[in-house]
């Protein structure tokens, strides 16, 4: 024990002294540094801007790689590259490629795990920019390329439109991150094809989830709370679809891409979950409606998904921390 | 730089051997432990503890002080007392007693300036004995418990339109407030909450952070501002839209929903003077600001008692 603390005491005695030479050295004369008196003043610096930078993390843009070159007015796609089950994992993604194709706007997709300028996936690439949000996204499109899939809609029907949405992204969503992450993270393995290592590092990312969830709220219920209100989340949207084709009326809406991308989830993400039963056993409209969808944007669904890739635990690690 | 790393590595060793002899010694026969080593794995014990606690973040309870003694089926709120501005300074708390209030469900207010509810955070309730959090949650429970259904004039896709609302206000535009509250406008919170200002002053890095990272784990505070107001304002718009010439969101009378809308447009409205927020409320979409007047003259008769106005 004393040892320790004679050798801790010893270090920081010759820390302390590198340091006041070293700094001398910097104001006095800095080319006469040698390498490790640098090191020695640049590693703390280097410290204490990772901790400011940590700090100051509210508008912090995550830096994004983009092409090289781009044809102009052509939507590059970037999302994570589809699973067994399903053609994109994250529901914002189902959602942002349904528009797409409902919208006929044409797209190139860039499969890879590397997150966007706001730190979430998906983004586009547009004319050089990148992009990032599925709404803020799909708003920009709508104005770029003169869409308008709500334009049958009244206001007041639009008004709903945007409740329904914000309901299922904003608290609906938050079901399926506890789910996933929480509750079944073993699950992942299989859906995601990854190793054990890639499930350490699943598990790694967990801490973070967690965070999230408590400071977005729902993380402070209890599993069966939670349960709740995602039972009665989705028991509205059966509801009000009742035994209409679409959310609001005969012809697809925007709103329909953003449930659909939240259903899709639901229905083919969580094997074996109370989230499948819900929508399978108790409003089995919503699974109907979710089959419609899907044959009217999705007749690749199948193709996609046997193009499944392994997560690739590298891309991953480097996209959240670099 | 050498002797530095020398010792760095000479304490590192030492540090392990002395735990390894420790940790044994532990297992064979702890009466025989002196005392720094023991006082050396009991550290260690606690900081390892101490990482996990922090990054099993999840399901803590908070554990809040309850009454000694309480009535049996009566319901205990606690929320913060009310300032000059408003009788609720929190949207979720304008709702509960709004809705309380729309029940007829009596209740004793317990104003205290903390966060201490089970789940961290306000309003939360007494009831029985037991301590309940989120409004919603104790809506439900209310419900249950005293046989309210303020929804049954509502057909079942009214309802689920209802709750649509209710989440896009509660779990979207809420943050506009919180942001124009606590980030944008903290210098001036102290006349709001009506305390020191040197003591939300001492907190300012600290609150202005904790309200920016909560922003940025639920999505919505990484955008810009302009992008976050374009946000805000297209719901407030759908709000106004629905309501149109209706007295109440749902219909001729008040409905569960309206306690939701009202208790975050209450706040805009009264709270955040000079805001982008209170301009579309009160300008922009006026059928809101009439809205919310028509709810606080039906609900809240006692406002300015309450908020000290009527002196």
Same mark, same amino acid.
């Given at each position: 024990?004393?040892?320790?603390?004679?050798?801790?005491?010893?270090?920081?005695?010759?820390?302390?002294?590198?340091?006041?030479?070293?700094?001398?050295?910097?104001?006095?004369?800095?080319?006469?540094?040698?390498?490790?008196?640098?090191?020695?003043?640049?590693?703390?610096?280097?410290?204490?801007?990772?901790?400011?930078?940590?700090?100051?993390?509210?508008?912090?843009?995550?830096?994004?790689?983009?092409?090289?070159?781009?044809?102009?007015?052509?939507?590059? #796609?970037?999302?994570?590259?589809?699973?067994?089950?399903?053609?994109?994992?994250?529901?914002?993604?189902?959602?942002?490629?349904? +528009?797409?194709?409902?919208? !006929?706007?044409? #797209?190139?997709?860039?499969?890879?795990?590397?997150?966007?300028?706001?730190?979430?996936?998906?983004?586009?690439?547009?004319?050089?920019?990148?992009?990032?949000?599925?709404?803020?996204?799909?708003?920009?499109?709508?104005?770029?390329?003169?869409?308008?899939?709500?334009?049958?809609?009244?206001?007041?029907?639009?008004?709903?439109?945007?409740?329904?949405?914000?309901?299922?992204?904003?608290?609906?969503?938050?079901?399926?991150?506890?789910?996933?992450?929480?509750?079944?993270? !073993?699950?992942?393995?299989?859906?995601?094809?990854?190793?054990?290592?890639?499930?350490?590092?699943?598990?790694?990312?967990?801490?973070?989830?967690?965070?999230?969830?408590?400071?977005?709220?729902?993380?402070?219920?209890?599993?069966?709370?939670?349960?709740?209100?995602?039972?009665?989340?989705?028991?509205?949207?059966?509801?009000?679809?009742?035994?209409?084709?679409?959310?609001?009326?005969?012809?697809?809406?925007?709103?329909?891409?953003?449930?659909?991308?939240?259903?899709?989830?639901?229905?083919?993400?969580?094997?074996?979950? #109370?989230?499948? &039963?819900?929508?399978?056993?108790? +409003?089995?409209?919503?699974?109907?409606?979710?089959? &419609?969808?899907?044959?009217?944007?999705?007749?690749?669904?199948?193709?996609?998904?046997?193009?499944?890739?392994?997560?690739?635990?590298?891309?991953?690690?480097?996209?959240? #921390?670099? | 730089?050498?002797?530095?790393?020398?010792?760095?590595?000479?304490?590192?060793?030492?540090?392990?051997?002395?735990?390894?002899?420790?940790?044994?010694? =532990?297992?064979?026969?702890?009466?025989?432990?002196?005392?720094?080593?023991? $006082?050396?794995?009991?550290?260690?014990?606690?900081?390892?503890?101490?990482?996990?606690?922090?990054?099993?973040?999840?399901?803590?309870?908070?554990?809040?002080?309850?009454?000694?003694?309480?009535?049996?089926?009566?319901?205990?709120?606690?929320?913060?007392?009310?300032?000059?501005?408003?009788?609720?300074?929190? @949207?979720?708390?304008?709702?509960?007693?709004?809705?309380?209030?729309?029940?007829?469900?009596?209740?004793?207010? =317990?104003?205290?300036?903390?966060?201490?509810?089970?789940?961290?955070?306000?309003?939360?309730?007494?009831?029985?004995?037991?301590?309940?959090?989120?409004?919603?949650?104790?809506?439900?429970?209310?419900?249950?418990?005293?046989?309210?259904?303020?929804?049954?004039?509502?057909?079942?896709?009214?309802?689920?339109?209802?709750?649509?609302?209710?989440? =896009?206000?509660?779990?979207?535009?809420?943050?506009?407030?919180?942001?124009? *509250?606590?980030?944008?406008?903290?210098?001036?919170?102290?006349?709001?909450?009506?305390?020191?200002?040197?003591?939300?002053?001492?907190? *300012?890095?600290?609150?202005?952070?904790?309200?920016?990272?909560? =922003?940025?784990?639920?999505?919505?505070?990484?955008?810009?501002?302009?992008?976050?107001?374009?946000?805000?304002?297209?719901?407030?718009?759908?709000?106004?839209?629905?309501?149109?010439?209706?007295?109440?969101?749902?219909?001729?009378?008040?409905?569960?929903?309206?306690?939701?809308?009202?208790?975050?447009?209450?706040?805009? $409205?009264?709270?955040?003077?000079?805001?982008?927020?209170?301009?579309?409320?009160?300008?922009?979409?006026?059928?809101?600001?009439?809205?919310?007047? *028509?709810?606080?003259? *039906?609900?809240? @008769?006692?406002?300015?008692?309450?908020?000290?106005?009527?002196?």
């Amino acid at each position: 024990m004393s040892e320790f603390l004679g050798n801790t005491q010893g270090a920081l005695a010759a820390l302390y002294e590198i340091l006041q030479t070293s700094v001398l050295q910097l104001f006095a004369d800095p080319t006469q540094l040698s390498p490790n008196q640098s090191v020695v003043v640049a590693a703390p610096a280097m410290f204490v801007g990772a901790v400011l930078w940590t700090f100051w993390s509210g508008q912090r843009r995550t830096k994004v790689k983009l092409r090289a070159e781009f044809t102009p007015g052509k939507v590059y #796609y970037h999302a994570p590259p589809p699973l067994k089950v399903i053609p994109c994992h994250t529901p914002f993604g189902m959602k942002l490629e349904t +528009y797409l194709r409902m919208a !006929d706007i044409p #797209y190139e997709t860039m499969y890879s795990w590397r997150m966007g300028p706001k730190g979430k996936i998906p983004w586009i690439e547009y004319n050089g920019e990148a992009m990032g949000d599925s709404g803020l996204i799909i708003e920009f499109l709508n104005r770029e390329k003169g869409v308008d899939l709500n334009q049958s809609l009244s206001e007041a029907d639009k008004a709903v439109s945007r409740a329904f949405t914000k309901m299922g992204e904003e608290n609906t969503y938050w079901g399926g991150v506890r789910n996933r992450w929480i509750d079944n993270l !073993d699950q992942m393995q299989e859906l995601m094809e990854v190793s054990w290592i890639g499930m350490l590092l699943l598990r790694s990312l967990r801490v973070k989830r967690r965070r999230n969830l408590w400071a977005h709220g729902m993380g402070r219920h209890s599993k069966d709370e939670i349960e709740g209100i995602v039972e009665k989340d989705v028991k509205a949207i059966s509801t009000f679809l009742g035994t209409k084709p679409y959310l609001m009326g005969d012809e697809p809406t925007e709103a329909d891409a953003a449930v659909f991308g939240q259903l899709s989830e639901v229905c083919c993400a969580f094997p074996g979950s #109370y989230m499948e &039963r819900l929508v399978t056993v108790e +409003y089995p409209n919503l699974q109907a409606y979710f089959n &419609r969808m899907k044959d009217r944007y999705w007749p690749d669904w199948g193709e996609l998904t046997k193009t499944s890739v392994p997560l690739s635990v590298i891309e991953v690690l480097s996209s959240q #921390y670099l | 730089m050498s002797g530095f790393l020398e010792n760095v590595q000479g304490s590192l060793v030492a540090l392990y051997e002395s735990l390894q002899a420790s940790a044994l010694l =532990m297992f064979t026969d702890p009466i025989q432990l002196p005392l720094d080593q023991a $006082v050396l794995v009991g550290a260690s014990a606690l900081f390892v503890g101490a990482v996990l606690w922090t990054v099993c973040g999840g399901q803590r309870r908070n554990k809040v002080k309850l009454r000694k003694e309480f009535t049996p089926g009566k319901v205990y709120v606690h929320g913060p007392t009310p300032v000059k501005a408003i009788p609720n300074l929190t @949207p979720f708390g304008m709702k509960l007693e709004t809705y309380l209030r729309m029940a007829d469900i009596s209740y004793e207010p =317990m104003y205290q300036m903390s966060f201490s509810g089970p789940k961290g955070k306000i309003p939360w309730i007494e009831y029985n004995g037991e301590a309940l959090g989120d409004s919603g949650l104790i809506l439900e429970f209310l419900n249950r418990e005293k046989g309210v259904d303020l929804n049954q004039s509502l057909s079942d896709a009214d309802k689920a339109v209802s709750r649509a609302f209710t989440k =896009m206000v509660e779990e979207n535009t809420y943050w506009g407030l919180i942001q124009e *509250r606590w980030i944008d406008n903290y210098d001036k919170i102290h006349e709001l909450i009506e305390l020191p200002w040197i003591f939300l002053f001492l907190r *300012r890095s600290a609150a202005k952070d904790k309200f920016r990272q909560m =922003m940025r784990a639920h999505g919505i505070g990484r955008h810009s501002k302009g992008e976050l107001v374009g946000i805000i304002e297209k719901d407030l718009k759908a709000i106004s839209s629905f309501l149109g010439t209706k007295p109440y969101l749902m219909g001729d009378e008040p409905t569960e929903v309206d306690a939701a809308v009202f208790g975050q447009l209450s706040e805009i $409205v009264w709270t955040a003077p000079d805001s982008y927020l209170h301009r579309i409320v009160t300008v922009d979409c006026p059928n809101l600001l009439a809205y919310c007047n *028509r709810i606080k003259d *039906r609900y809240w @008769p006692d406002w300015d008692q309450l908020t000290g106005n009527d002196a």
